[in-house]
């Protein structure tokens, strides 16, 4: 049962730490043009002074999801009651 538990905070752990590399991740692709952006980036484009509004968007709804998980791995655990 312990370890279990070490396991379920690690995984609630790493998702809140991938949440918010995605959060930024998003603020980064709606903030900087495509030019600016570090060439490892998905949509970098030298020269380019377009915005990748879709590319943050999907990082930001990525890195909720992410919150959503750990909030629900780090929640009580309730015993199944059987139906009479």
């Known amino acids: 049962m312990l370890r279990r538990m ?3 905070r690690t995984l609630a752990l790493l ?3 991938a949440g918010v590399v995605l959060i930024v991740l998003a ?3 709606w903030i900087e043009p495509a ?3 570090p060439s490892f980036f998905p949509g970098h484009e030298a020269g380019s002074g377009h915005h990748h509004v879709k590319h943050g968007i999907a990082a930001f709804f990525v890195g ?3 919150f959503v998980f750990a909030w629900f791995k780090t929640g009580p655990k ?3 009651t059987p139906v009479t």
């Open 15 to 17: 998702a809140v730490l």
């Open 78 to 80: 309730r015993a199944s």
């Open 27 to 29: 603020i980064v692709y």
């Open 64 to 66: 909720l999801a992410l």
């Open 35 to 37: 030019r600016s952006l």
């Open 6 to 8: 070490r396991n379920d």
